[in-house]
């Protein structure tokens, strides 16, 4: 994965695109970096957690992925619906989930977003159009296209960011979709998130096509490679692609390339990546990059950044003791939001 | 010479055992080969056969069982792992739709010996959609057979025996009962698909069960030999085709059954059990059957559902109580 950035425009040969040269105001620096610092503060804490088994069963944590959720607060809008897989985290807290209830919700606890139902996997939240994580790889893709499908029924001009792993670009649900999306002109933003592997298996060893954003050429869909390590490329691409898509034009396709710092889950210890290679991403790392460059280029000073880090390193304790000190849902609710009918008579 | 084995490695020396023995059986499916088996059930295989015949796949549970039954139906006999049964529903048309219809709908001129395997059943706090059993879904599916077993004997026994056999065949294991340990003899082992076997003897009433509720069948015998009651467990080990003679065998001994079943009670193989029990043992019964399930409902992420959701010691206890009017 170099850093070259190439730009698939349908038919056209992918060219390289230089890393974004527009200039940003001071508040739309600072977002971007207290965002991605809240992932990476909220992330560690959770990892601590899960050491702890306070956070228990299958946990992934978006570390090293943080640039996308930066660009998900800046490059769309609040209207327009999110919905991903699994590694979901640090997309729920972009969403403006609560720490706290981010944090309850890992501990399985009553003041979790989805009061203990969801756990790592399953953050939900409708007053943010989160439309969730999902366990099952690849089964959001056509879920994100009808959410899309519902929004141009509806005739309004959101559209839907609809998340994906590499892995999960080898699903045969993201064909089905991109030409129904295509055919039908659906208002849905398809971000492949490219961070190299999908659990062992590197992106080589799944397919003759290494570069994903070429998937989007079989179906005409105007389809780009990003540099997911910089949250204002990442950004520029939302903004590009949202235009494009507002324009009832139809999708657009997002490879961002990114990487995952840790395993896959916690369970895995990542033996098939070398360090090397990790050490390359993490020179290039979105948290410190773009706390550098504020410094360097003064747009905010050294005191304004700290107090940022401390108000999130606070936020994120305060996260981790509401979550401690909440109580666990009740076995009973078991039987509760199986169904929307309330009597429902389940089998005892 | 018998030794201890885990689930895991007899499930592993099974499959070994059989590539070496036909060169046209291979094992596909996700993070098999190189990463060793998402659960390490795989381990080592890659070495022992190369990529020819240990092979990766990509995230594609229907693409890759379709090609599975595609190489069964011409001559191979493929081992289809899922990482767990849970992502198999995506391949649920290729199973039901195709491996089991293919000699009723070609009138046997093909047919199609694949096994297909994988983890299923609750394990721990992975919530509603990683949390699920398959075998009553699969077993209503006539020309498919079903095993579902831990017991790491059995478990190589029968699937080197599903390796071998004509017919399309779906196994159910267990991701937290993969260390699980047994004695497997050395040498060839294999065990008749479509039996059921006694795990424990007794008198005064007979548990049926499968998979890793068996273990937790003993648990509750334990507790039930303090207060002096003797209870016979059947570990059913293939649901598809059931052995109901094993089961009427026991009930006309003990005159009382209890189900205990870890997937959800509406149309599941407890429901075929009991109706079974009744049909062929009615006169014997002293009780009604009862049976424990999960309960009738999705299974959520806290620790709290975890305990409600699952068959316990402590529930079978309860019923057991119940049918001996205790
Ligand atoms: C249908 C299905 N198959 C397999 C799995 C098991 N699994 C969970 S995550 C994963 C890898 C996915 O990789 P990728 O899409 O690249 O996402 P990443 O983890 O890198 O974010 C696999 C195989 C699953 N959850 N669902
Ligand atoms: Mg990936």
């Known amino acids: 994965m170099a850093e070259v950035v190439a730009k698939a425009k349908t038919g056209k040969k992918p060219t390289s695109r230089k890393k974004s040269v527009k200039k940003y105001n001071k508040k739309t620096w600072l977002t971007w970096f207290e965002t991605m610092y809240r992932i990476r503060k909220f992330e560690e804490k959770t990892l601590l957690a899960y050491s702890q088994q306070k956070i228990r069963g299958f946990c992934h944590v978006y570390i090293g992925q943080e640039a996308i959720g930066a660009a998900l607060v800046t490059g769309i809008r609040k209207e327009d619906a999110v919905v991903t897989a699994y590694r979901q985290h640090g997309v729920g807290l972009s969403r403006g989930l609560s720490s706290d209830s981010c944090m309850a919700e890992l501990f399985g606890k009553k003041t979790g977003c989805v009061k203990g139902k969801g756990g790592s996997m399953h953050f939900f939240s409708k007053k943010h159009n989160y439309f969730g994580g999902n366990g099952i790889v690849g089964a959001q893709i056509p879920i994100g296209t009808g959410i899309a499908f519902a929004e141009q029924y509806k005739g309004t001009d959101n559209l839907c960011v609809t998340m994906f792993g590499d892995g999960a670009a080898r699903q045969g649900a993201l064909y089905e979709s991109f030409n129904m999306a295509m055919t039908w002109k659906l208002p849905v933003l398809y971000i492949c998130e490219n961070n190299g592997y999908a659990m062992g298996t590197s992106v080589e060893r799944t397919s003759n096509v290494q570069d994903l954003y070429k998937i989007g050429s079989a179906f005409d869909m105007p389809s780009e490679a990003v540099d997911g390590m910089d949250p204002a490329s990442v950004h520029e691409a939302f903004q590009r692609a949202s235009e494009h898509i507002r324009s009832g034009q139809g999708p657009y396709y997002l490879e961002i390339k990114t990487y995952r710092y840790k395993g896959h889950s916690v369970s895995d210890p990542a033996k098939y990546r070398t360090k090397d290679e990790l050490n390359s991403y993490k020179e290039k790392d979105p948290v410190i990059v773009v706390e550098q460059k504020i410094l360097k280029d003064k747009i905010a000073s050294q005191k304004e950044v700290d107090e940022i880090k401390k108000s999130i390193v606070d936020e994120i304790n305060t996260a981790y003791k509401f979550a401690d000190e909440s109580d666990y849902p009740d076995g009973s609710e078991l039987y509760s939001e199986n169904y929307v009918q309330e009597d429902y008579p389940f089998l005892t | ?326």
């Open chain 2, 1 to 326: 010479m018998s030794r201890i084995l885990t689930l895991r490695d007899a499930l592993n020396e099974a499959m070994i055992e059989e590539m070496r023995r036909d060169e046209n059986v291979f094992l596909m499916g996700e993070e098999v080969a190189e990463y060793n088996g998402a659960y390490k059930v795989s381990k080592g295989m890659l070495d022992a056969f190369g990529p020819k015949r240990v092979v990766d796949t990509p995230i594609a549970e229907l693409g890759f069982a379709g090609i599975g039954v595609g190489a069964a139906m011409n001559g191979l006999r493929p081992i289809v792992e899922f990482m767990t049964w849970n992502f198999a529903v995506l391949a649920f048309d290729q199973i039901v739709n195709n491996a089991a219809k293919t000699v009723s709908q070609s009138a046997g001129e093909f047919h199609c010996p694949i096994v297909f395997r994988g983890p299923s059943g609750a394990a721990g706090q992975l919530a509603q959609q990683h949390s699920q059993t398959f075998e009553a879904w699969l077993a209503n599916t006539p020309g498919i057979k079903v095993i579902s077993c831990i017991d790491p004997h059995d478990s190589k026994g029968l699937l080197k025996a599903a390796i071998r056999d004509e017919d399309p065949i779906c196994i159910m294991e267990s991701e937290i009962m993969y260390g699980h340990k047994g004695e497997v003899p050395e040498g060839e082992i294999l065990v008749e698909i479509g039996k059921a076997a006694v795990r424990r003897e007794g008198t005064d009433v007979t548990l049926v069960s499968f998979n890793k509720m068996v273990e937790v069948c003993k648990s509750a015998a334990d507790e039930l030999a303090k207060d002096g009651i003797s209870a016979e467990i059947i570990d059913l080990r293939t649901i598809r085709p059931l052995d109901i003679d094993t089961i009427i065998n026991s009930v006309k001994k003990t005159n009382r059954i209890v189900v205990v079943d870890e997937s959800w009670p509406f149309a599941g193989v407890s429901s075929e059990v009991t109706y079974n029990v009744q049909k062929f043992a009615f006169d014997y019964l002293d009780a009604p059957v009862i049976r424990v399930n999960s309960a009738d409902t999705s299974l959520p992420y806290a620790p709290t559902f975890v305990e409600e959701f699952l068959p316990s010691p402590a529930k079978i206890i309860t019923a057991v109580k119940q049918v001996m009017y205790r």
